[in-house]
């Protein structure tokens, strides 16, 4: 799974571009698949981080990930019926996931974290 985890391109001055998310996925018939995820209130939604760091300390060391812009996230899941950004949960458990969530830096969703 090495491609998922490859950060994107340089731009010309060296730096990747500061408008990309960390976006966890997950291996599918050699594709990498969005993962989505409930709100505290049910609520379907993708997940996001600023910094691979935050993703992992939420997901654990070995999640897969691809760097995406939020628009490039939202076109590949408004068509699945999900129109919510979670960006920097601190808590994020895959729906009908039966074990205990991976606590990160506190124990919920960062206060204005969701975006629409």
Same mark, same amino acid.
């Given at each position: 799974?090495?491609?998922?985890?490859?950060d994107? !391109?340089?731009?010309?001055?060296?730096?990747?571009?500061? !408008? @990309? @998310?960390y976006?966890?996925?997950r291996?599918?018939?050699?594709c990498?698949? %969005?993962?989505?995820?409930?709100? $505290?209130?049910?609520?379907?939604?993708?997940?996001?981080?600023?910094?691979?760091?935050? +993703?992992?300390?939420? +997901?654990?060391?070995?999640?897969?990930?691809?760097? +995406?812009?939020?628009?490039? &996230?939202?076109? &590949? %899941?408004?068509?699945?019926?999900?129109? %919510?950004?979670?960006? !920097?949960?601190?808590?994020?458990?895959?729906?009908?996931?039966?074990?205990? $969530?991976?606590?990160?830096p506190?124990?919920?969703? &960062?206060?204005?974290?969701?975006?629409?």
């Open positions: 799974m090495a491609d998922a985890r490859r994107a !391109d340089p731009t010309p001055g060296g730096h990747p571009p500061a !408008d @990309l @998310l976006v966890p996925v291996s599918h018939r050699r990498c698949v %969005t993962c989505f995820f409930r709100t $505290p209130g049910g609520r379907r939604t993708a997940v996001a981080f600023t910094s691979c760091a935050r +993703l992992l300390a939420a +997901l654990g060391q070995d999640h897969p990930w691809v760097r +995406l812009s939020v628009t490039a &996230l939202r076109a &590949l %899941t408004a068509p699945l019926g999900c129109t %919510t950004i979670t960006v !920097d949960p601190q808590v994020a458990v895959r729906p009908g996931a039966s074990r205990t $969530p991976r606590a990160g506190g124990t919920g969703l &960062l206060p204005g974290a969701r975006a629409n």
